[in-house]
């Protein structure tokens, strides 16, 4: 079968490599749309150092059943389902309290090298892995719901109560996706920060009130707007230094704050204002399965907000130059996705 290899900085090469068998609990899926992650565009730039020349990256997957293993029977070939790439062990401390994206044995599909993403024609994955997409939700817009995923997951395990006021910090897809699921909440306001006016007008569309820090200081924003107390909550959906700090400066004495970007390994951070004013951080990895499936809800029932979010398809021959477009800063979208078949 065909699969986009990562080579390093900025190649992945179209090779054959071999088409997986089942094992007795397994599926094989056929890949029909793959979204360009962040984190995968990042990782191909080779600027985060997740992601290894030799494998096969690509983790927001949506297909059908093509083959089942002898204990999978779950599901008929032809099924149109999402894959929901973290394979964990079940049996683990945390996967016992249902937090299985942060099982002390998981492993991630298109992240870790074993495990070949969806850059490819097929997947093989667990049969608790696969969800079932409604038979009217294009692939392209399947896609969607692992994002979604994580803005779900990131708002359950929050402090966030009904008539909070919350700050997200970061208005690409995980920012608004957030933002999705925190509206489900019913807060009193909730201020987008960012300083990409595009992405901020989808923020307002949604429900947000933007704040452009190219124009406005979103700390002194956000506390004029308080009565100078700061935000209930925040969300920080970048994972750089300045974004952290600009969460912890607009959240109030006693406020928490939810770490959800990934991006840079070590920050600087105002310690004695975290201690000194009892602020909460808390760092939330992905989503559970009931997230997941919650996303798919989300994601199935707002045909219109998906179409926003999907703002370019590309095929599989030509998503190598994408990915370099958009890793050099040439080309920016919510989402990008590369259509299989």
Known sequence: MKALVYKGPYRMDLEDIPEPDPKPDEVVVKVRAVGMCGSDIHGFSGKTGRRYPGMVMGHEIAGEIYRTGENAGRFRKGRRVVVQP???????????????????????????????????????????????????????????????????????????????????????????????????KSPKVVYMVDMVKRKLDIAEEIGAVPVDLSVHDPVQTVLTETGGNGADIAFEAVGITSSVQTAMAVTKTGGSVVWVGNAQRMIELDMQDAVVRQKAIQGVYCYNDEDFGNSIDIVAGDPGLAARFVEKEVSFEEATVHFERVAKGEEELLRGVIVLG
């Open 86 to 184: 973290v394979v964990y062990c079940g049996i683990c401390e945390m996967c016992r309290i249902k937090e299985t994206s942060v099982c002390l044995n998981k492993r991630m599909v298109g992240v870790n090298m074993d495990l070949v993403g969806g850059l490819s024609e097929y997947i093989a994955v667990p049969q608790r892995n696969v969800f079932p997409l409604p038979e009217t939700m294009p692939f392209t817009h399947g896609v969607l719901v692992e994002p979604f995923g994580v803005g779900v997951g990131a708002v359950r395990k929050s402090a966030i109560k009904k008539g909070d006021s919350v700050v997200i910090v970061g208005s690409g897809v995980i920012g608004l996706t957030i933002l999705v699921a925190v509206l489900k």
